[in-house]
């Protein structure tokens, strides 16, 4: 076994966990799991069946990644965020196939106490504040804050705001690591 599990932890048999993952206090990993390599899934976090988890992913305090999400690589989910994965939900009504599949995709960053609504896909880089509720695909980049959450800016790769407008077309420069990235009918790019 070349991840590291607390003895308080309960991880399934059938749970796949990459090398050099660590496991902390109280977390539940579902059999069907899959998680990556170098992640952390801090304490109380509990990983359901139908997850992918990619390499190098934070997963915070008291995060549930329920049926139906998906992390890419170096994900970070904040403290006590929220997935969900039904979108109408009802103690009386059974709705397992009626789950909505959540994406976050390479690099973003999910702040403490945010939602994720399920049946959405969270771009690349995107940085979600805390607090803020995502009930709508995000795009690359994107900086989104409050409820329901809206664009407030764009963010390089290394977390840094970017000087673009909202709309419109622009280039700027990561303050502190120099990458260039250009904004185009709505979309940034990370220039070579």
Not at 32 to 58: E, F, P
Not at 147 to 163: N, T
Request: hydrophobic share 40%; aromatic share 8%.
């Amino acid at each position: 076994m070349g991840y590291t599990v607390h003895p308080s932890a309960i991880v399934d048999e059938g749970a796949q966990i990459g090398e050099d993952s660590r496991v902390w206090h109280f977390v539940h990993v579902s059999p069907k799991a899959r998680i990556g390599q170098r992640c952390s899934l801090g304490q109380g976090v509990y990983v359901g069946n139908d997850v992918v988890i990619g390499d190098n992913v934070k997963i915070q305090n008291n995060v549930s990644v329920y049926d139906a999400v998906t992390l890419e690589d170096d994900v970070f989910c904040g403290p006590s965020m929220v997935f969900t994965n039904v979108y109408n939900p009802r103690s009386a009504v059974v709705r397992k196939d009626e789950y909505r599949r959540t994406l976050v995709k390479k690099g973003a960053t999910l702040g403490a106490n945010c939602t994720i609504v399920c049946g959405t896909t969270v771009g690349e880089y995107a940085f979600v504040g805390a607090g803020a509720v995502i009930n709508r695909d995000v795009p690359a980049f994107a900086l989104m804050v409050g409820v329901p959450a809206r664009q407030a800016g764009w963010m390089s790769r290394f977390g840094e705001r970017l000087q673009l407008p909202l709309q419109g077309d622009g280039e700027a420069t990561c303050p502190h690591t120099g990458d260039k990235y250009r904004l185009r009918e709505g979309k940034v790019t990370l220039l070579a």
